[in-house]
């Protein structure tokens, strides 16, 4: 039932909040507890939960393992999800290297790159041309893939992840993507939310 964007990121905030409260050992939350954790209010909390079916306790409050099992259920995480990675530079190596996404149910299965040097069929997540990229993704039914390389190769990547029958991309390359044809793009410029951060900060302090 999910409508906006601004709710999908409130639930993912729900879902780490109440993942932390778990691993305090916490069996049980209240709609306060994960406001305050999350920076809404509890009555957004509550009207979210009762509209993507998360459901309260007799007492009071809500059952963390239940809440758990709903939001993976209602963010599509509840099975694994698996990627391809375009791109193996610092910042694509940064991420298959990145052991966290297990915990969240992301799973890269191979990884693609235009150098031989970096080429490596056998390792743990295997380095493969990119030639090779739509069959890869035809073959193996991938229906995510992130994007990690220069902006002049982002487009013809793009082009070969969609022939390849890719629906969601996560794209880091310095050029915006867009979505169409059913195909999903999340654009990661780098450098904006950096430049965006170093200017709220400057327009913080020259209001002091």
Known sequence: MITTDDKVTRLLRYRSAVRRMKAMGLS??????????????????????????VRGVRRGGYLVDSVLARLEEVLGKDTTCVFVLVG????????????AFAHYGIKIVAAFDVDP????????IPVLPV??????????????AIITVP??????????LVAGGVKGILNFAPVRLRSAGGVIVNN?????EIEQLVYFVKHARSKR
């Open 28 to 53: 049980r939350v209240y709609s306060d507890n994960i406001a305050d954790a999350t920076g809404v209010s509890a009555l957004q909390v509550r009207k979210d939960f009762c509209e993507e079916g």
């Open 131 to 144: 030639k090779d990229l739509t069959n890869y993704c035809r073959t193996h039914h991938i229906r995510y």
């Open 188 to 192: 990661v410029n780098l450098v904006y």
């Open 117 to 124: 040097a970096k080429l490596d069929a056998r390792a743990p």
């Open 151 to 160: 902006e002049g190769a982002a487009i013809e990547v793009y082009e070969a």
């Open 88 to 99: 193996v530079g610092s910042l694509g190596t940064a991420l298959l290297k990145y052991d």
